[in-house]
C-alpha cells in the first residue's frame, strides 16, 4: 500500500507544464476539474494496486496509471493539418514526462517516492474528445 500512496504523492507533484498536474479519479470528475481550464492540461489518474501472487511471501504489485496531455479540441474550421499540428505539438510534453519518470525511477538520483518501482509497461496513445471536449495523448504507464 506504500508505494501505492508515493506513486500516487509523485504523479500529483509532477511539474512539466506552467499549469499544476490535475489528478482525477474518472471521466465524470476529469470533465469537471477541466470545465474552466484553459491551454495545455497534464491529467494523471489516481492510480490503482493489484497484487498477484500464490502466497504473501511471492506477491507482486503492479500499479497501473493514466497520464494524460491534453488541449481543448479545435473548434470551427479545422483542417487535417491543423489536426495533426496539435497533437504533433503536445508530444513534447509526453517525451518530457516519459524521461523524468525515466530518471526518477532509475540510477543514483532516483526520487525516493519511486523506490523500489520500476516502469514495466508504457504505452503512449492518441484520445479524443476525453473529459468533455479535450484532444492529446494518454501514457498509459504500469509499475
Not at 479540441?73 to 518530457?96: F, H, I, N, P, W
Request: with cysteine; glycine share 6%; charged share 20%.
Amino acid at each position: 500500500m506504500q508505494k501505492l500512496i508515493n506513486l500516487l504523492r509523485y504523479l500529483v507533484n509532477m511539474r512539466v507544464t506552467e499549469n499544476e498536474v490535475i489528478p482525477v479519479v474518472d471521466d465524470t470528475h476529469g470533465t469537471e476539474r477541466l470545465k474552466s481550464a484553459d491551454g495545455r492540461q497534464v491529467v494523471v489518474s489516481y492510480p490503482s494496486l493489484r497484487q498477484t501472487g500464490e502466497t504473501s511471501n511471492s506477491y507482486q504489485d503492479q500499479l497501473p496509471a493514466a497520464i494524460f496531455v491534453l488541449e481543448k479540441a479545435m473548434a470551427g474550421q479545422r483542417t487535417d493539418k491543423d489536426e495533426l499540428e496539435q497533437y504533433l505539438s503536445m508530444l513534447a510534453t509526453v517525451d518530457m514526462i516519459l524521461k523524468t519518470l525515466r530518471a526518477d525511477t532509475l540510477g543514483y538520483n532516483a526520487c525516493p517516492r519511486l523506490a523500489g518501482m520500476t516502469i514495466k509497461v508504457a504505452n503512449t496513445v492518441p484520445v479524443y474528445k476525453v473529459f468533455g471536449s479535450w484532444v492529446g495523448w494518454m501514457i498509459e504507464i504500469e509499475f
